[in-house]
């Protein structure tokens, strides 16, 4: 468990996410609610972004089919969206042979999730340039669904990679 900000969050990948958020000024709710998924199952979502109106579940690998199903199923009870965003903050660069050697940002290692309206049913991973602009979007970086032009998003890109690297930095670790 990480101790961060008076806030014990129980993954580094949580911990990192928060840090992200706040550098980026996003305000966030850790760990909001619990969900009964069934009666069984206790679903407790990492975050709620309550100016996006939006739930963020991350994990540190690509995301289980049963992790998917989840989303599916907090979806279809609240009627907001649900993201999960698999990887640590980061912003990954590569060139890309495609666009005569320019490059491609991967903000999330594994890729970025989303349940919507527009897919019911399904938890769909976005392609990479997709991913990116749904993410400077759900973290309020942009202000609507259009495409986003190339030097804003190396501009956004930047600063995001501000925040992740401000997100990875050194925890307080408390064992239990």
């Given at each position: ?55 963020i579940e991350v994990k540190k690998e690509v995301p289980k089919l049963e992790e998917r199903d989840r989303a ?7 009627g907001k969206k649900v993201y999960i965003f698999a990887g640590f903050p980061n912003v990954l660069s590569f ?51 259009s495409p986003i032009q190339e030097d804003e998003f190396r501009m956004l890109t930047a600063r995001f990679n ?15």
């Amino acid at each position: 468990m990480i101790f961060h900000n008076g806030q014990i969050f129980r993954t580094a990948t949580e911990a990192r996410w928060a840090r992200s958020f706040e550098y980026l000024q996003v305000p966030y709710e850790y760990e909001k609610q619990v969900f009964k998924l069934d009666e069984s199952f206790d679903y407790l979502p990492d975050f709620w972004l309550p100016e996006q109106n939006i739930w963020i579940e991350v994990k540190k690998e690509v995301p289980k089919l049963e992790e998917r199903d989840r989303a599916i199923m907090l979806y279809e009870i609240t009627g907001k969206k649900v993201y999960i965003f698999a990887g640590f903050p980061n912003v990954l660069s590569f060139s890309d042979p495609i666009r005569n050697g320019g490059y491609i940002y991967e903000i999330c290692n594994f890729g970025t999730y989303v349940v919507d309206d527009k897919n019911p049913g399904a938890c769909i991973q976005f392609p990479s340039k997709t991913a990116n602009e749904a993410m400077m979007h759900v973290l309020g970086l942009t202000k609507s669904d259009s495409p986003i032009q190339e030097d804003e998003f190396r501009m956004l890109t930047a600063r995001f990679n501000k925040a992740a690297n401000y997100g990875n930095e050194n925890f307080s670790w408390i064992d239990y």
